[in-house]
């Protein structure tokens, strides 16, 4: 599928600073930048295909042992039959029980990485992305994701979410689809953050679901939930998908939030893919409330990998996004869906 991506603004076209209401970082908004060489990067590498893939059916023995799966009555565990895998990540990079920090006189602390790291197995079909499945299918893996982070519910964590890595460029080792499951024992700023600003009767979640509900950064509703570009985008296209209503945990849903999550996140990506091409990498970050924590508007952002961050970004913070956000969910509203 070729790109539509929107045409630049004019090279020297004035760009703004805005700050993102949900996390508190700065973006420079600078359309015209968008005119450059190679403004815009795509996937890397060619396809490797299911041959020895751990995450094919066949090869569960090449995974650690599963710890759930969405499977046909009758099949055995570690088996195929299974529609949804959950199996621990064979490389975590959190595990084990929290311990005490520790410090070398006060300049270099430390902890160890405590926690826990999951991989979701999203289908069988070793091509199909969250935007190829058919609804019924994605809200198996939805139902996979709510049901992974209940079974944190009652321990001592400072965040729980679920990312997509979908594309070597945005960081999957692994062709197959899948998500993982992240439970830290610490509280990473930026969950700190939202935390902050997700609560209370000023909620910028709630905030920008009031401004944005019928304004130009809409993309579309499905049910109850909103799917936007941010006004403070720090990505071409990126996106952002809420709940209407104030609700501190996606695990608290059921079988029709399932569906209504599979079908806002399907038409999403499917839109997303129309834009920018059908192996666009991209990344997922579903964020929910941790545990002792009931006052949050849980929310999962859409996080494109076209472009990349250079010395300016990693020297100050400040990303550069190269399309303004009112531009990118026009595009992204024309984009076709069908799959």
């Known amino acids: 599928m070729t790109r539509i991506l929107p045409p630049p603004a004019l090279p ?10 949900l996390g508190g970082g700065w973006v420079a908004i600078t359309a015209g930048r968008a005119a450059r060489p190679e403004a815009f990067l795509g996937d890397v590498g060619t396809p ?30 570690d088996r195929p039959g299974w529609h949804v895998r959950v ?52 809200a198996r893996v939805m139902a996979a ?30 062709e ?24 209370g009767a000023g909620c910028a979640a709630c905030a920008t679901v009031a401004a944005e509900r019928d304004g130009p950064r809409l993309v579309g509703r499905t049910g109850e939930l909103l799917a936007i570009c941010p006004w403070a985008s720090a990505a ?38 129309g834009v920018a091409g059908d192996h666009a990498p991209y990344n997922l ?15 999962l952002h859409l996080l494109p990998r076209l472009t990349t961050y250079g010395g300016f970004e990693l020297g100050t913070g400040v990303i550069i996004n190269v399309v303004d956000p009112d531009r990118a969910a026009d595009a992204l509203r024309a984009a076709a869906t069908g799959s």
Request: net charge negative; charged share 20%.
């Open 236 to 273: 071409p296209f990126e996106a952002l998908l809420l709940p209407a209503a104030h609700r501190p945990r996606f695990e608290l849903g059921g079988a029709g939030d399932d569906a209504a999550m599979a079908a806002a996140v399907g038409d999403l990506l499917r839109r997303f893919r």
């Open 87 to 138: 199996v621990p990540n064979k490389f975590p990079a959190f595990a084990g029980p929290p311990a005490r920090a520790t410090s070398n006189g006060g300049l270099y602390r430390s902890e160890p990485t405590a926690g826990v790291h999951e991989v979701v197995v999203h289908n069988p079909d070793h091509w199909a992305t969250l935007a190829d499945l058919p609804a019924p299918a994605v």
């Open 48 to 77: 490797r295909g299911p041959l020895g893939c751990p995450f094919c059916p066949g090869n569960e023995h090449m995974t650690p042992p599963e710890v759930w799966a969405d499977r046909d009555p009758g099949t055995e565990p």
């Open 145 to 174: 994701w709510r049901e992974r982070l209940a079974a944190r519910r009652d321990q001592a964590l400072g965040a729980l979410l679920v990312i997509v890595n979908q594309g070597r460029t945005a960081g999957a080792s692994l």
């Open 176 to 199: 197959h689809p899948h998500s993982q499951v992240f439970a830290t024992a610490g509280r990473p700023d930026r969950v700190q953050a939202e935390l902050d600003r997700l609560a």
């Open 285 to 299: 970050v579903l964020h929910s409330a941790p545990p002792g924590v009931d006052d949050f508007h849980w929310h």
């Open 12 to 21: 020297n076209a004035p760009g703004e600073l805005r700050q993102d209401p």
